[in-house]
Each structure stands twice: as structure tokens, then as C-alpha cells.
């Protein structure tokens, strides 16, 4: 079946430092990857995503890479501050899958020490 | 706020109690979700509702029981539950069941069963 892992369940890292997030994926026909941070008390949000026919994408002070050859996601987050404390799951999508559903990660705990 | 608004936020209930969980989105997207998510475990896919229409039952008992009367609205009827379901439930939407579209998540309903 279906599994998507995250290599490290918390992370703590220097306000200030880059943090890199890392995320394996199972299904190689996956096709689109999607990054959510969840804050305490709330739901996960999305911070970015990529397809499939990418390898980097960047947002404001993030940026994702794709490794298909080895069924691998990052996210990294530039200069992290103390509200980047909180937990991140990849997602993916395979277009095998019924509707829209993607797989979600169990998460790693982002822990950044003023 | 993220334009899905779930109530209530926390909810209590004992075995025998018959409560239910709403959800609400007003981004004009046709595709709902419910995701369990408890602690350390990846987000689990419950129901998807795709214009209306039921696409998805990811083998759920049926003391959940789900409903959707418009792509607005979205409702988890709980009748006879066990201790086992308390967790994080939540509700997302997308623009459609189809390719490359991510989900806005709502804060989530806290579910305690006594």
C-alpha cells in the first residue's frame, strides 16, 4: 500500500538556522507533492507544493525538492524563526488514486530555540 | 481563518451519546473531505463527498455516519462510539476530485469519547 514517511519525527534547530525536512514516498506514479505545516489547535496549512515534472520549486523563504529517482521530498526553510515552530507532513498524489486523496506523512515536530 | 470553519471546536461525549460535527466552506470548492488524526498516525481519510455525491468510504464503521446536503456543507453524524475514536477530526475542501488540486483544511473538531 500506499505509505509516506518522514525520516525524523522532531527536529530542533537555532533561530536564524536553515532547517531541512525530509520525506519519503512509496509510490513512484505519484504525481503531485504537497507541504503543510500544522500549528498547535489548528489545522494544517499549505506552504507549497511541486509536481512531478519539477525538481525545486521556492517560496518566500521555502523551497521544496524532488528526487523521483529515490522517492524523495525536502522542504527547506530558510533563516527559521520562532513562529516556523510546528509540525510539517508531505502529501502526495498518485492519479491512480479515486478522487483527489492524497497520503499524508506522520509528521515532524519543528522545534526552533530563540 | 482559512475559509473552512468546523464546529464545534472541542466536543465531549460519552459512548451512547448521538452528537454531530459540521463543517463549512465558502471558497466555491466542489470537493469535501473528513480526516481522523490521531497522535502519532497519519492523517486517515474518512469520507470524500465530490459535488454532492459520495466518492470515498475508506472502510469506516458505521457509527460514523457522514452527510452533505449542498458543496458548502458538510456534516459527521456520531452515534455509539468507542473510547478509541477520540481524536483530531477535519474537515477540508478542494476545487474538485481531480488532478493537482490541494485541500484547505479546517482547525478541527477535538474529539473526547467517555
Known amino acids: 500500500g500506499e505509505s509516506v514517511g518522514l525520516h525524523l519525527p522532531t527536529l530542533s534547530v537555532q533561530e536564524g538556522d536553515n532547517s531541512i525536512i525530509n520525506c519519503a514516498y512509496s509510490?513512484?506514479?505519484?504525481?503531485?507533492f504537497i507541504w503543510y505545516k500544522q500549528e498547535s489547535g489548528k489545522g494544517p496549512q499549505f506552504i507549497i507544493d511541486?509536481?512531478?515534472?519539477?525538481d525545486k520549486r521556492q517560496g518566500q523563504r521555502v523551497t521544496v525538492l524532488l528526487n523521483k529517482t529515490v522517492k524523495h521530498l525536502s522542504l527547506q526553510i530558510a533563516a527559521t524563526q520562532p513562529g516556523d515552530s510546528a509540525v510539517y507532513f508531505c502529501?502526495?498524489?498518485?492519479?491512480?488514486?479515486?478522487?483527489?486523496?492524497?497520503?499524508f506523512g506522520t509528521g515532524t515536530s519543528l522545534t526552533v530555540i530563540p | 481563518e482559512t475559509g473552512v470553519t468546523q464546529t464545534p471546536r472541542h466536543l465531549v461525549m460519552g459512548m451512547t451519546n448521538k452528537k454531530s460535527l459540521k463543517c463549512e466552506q465558502h471558497?466555491?470548492?466542489?470537493?469535501m473531505y473528513w480526516y481522523k488524526q490521531s497522535a502519532k498516525k497519519p492523517l486517515e481519510l474518512m469520507f470524500v463527498?465530490?459535488?454532492?455525491?459520495?466518492?470515498e468510504n475508506n472502510s469506516v464503521p458505521s457509527r460514523f455516519s457522514p452527510e452533505c446536503p449542498n458543496s458548502s456543507h458538510l456534516f459527521l453524524h456520531l452515534h455509539t462510539l468507542q473510547p478509541e475514536d477520540s481524536a483530531l477530526y477535519l474537515c477540508?475542501?478542494?476545487?474538485?476530485?481531480?488532478?493537482?488540486?490541494?485541500?484547505?483544511f479546517g482547525s478541527g473538531t477535538r474529539l473526547t469519547v467517555v
Open positions: 509510490n513512484s506514479a505519484s504525481d503531485y
Open positions: 477540508a475542501s478542494s476545487q474538485a476530485s481531480g488532478q493537482g488540486y490541494g485541500y484547505t
Open positions: 463527498y465530490n459535488f454532492k455525491e459520495q466518492t
Open positions: 471558497l466555491g470548492h466542489n470537493a
Open positions: 502529501a502526495d498524489r498518485s492519479p491512480a488514486n479515486t478522487g483527489n486523496q492524497f497520503y
Open positions: 511541486i509536481r512531478s515534472n519539477m
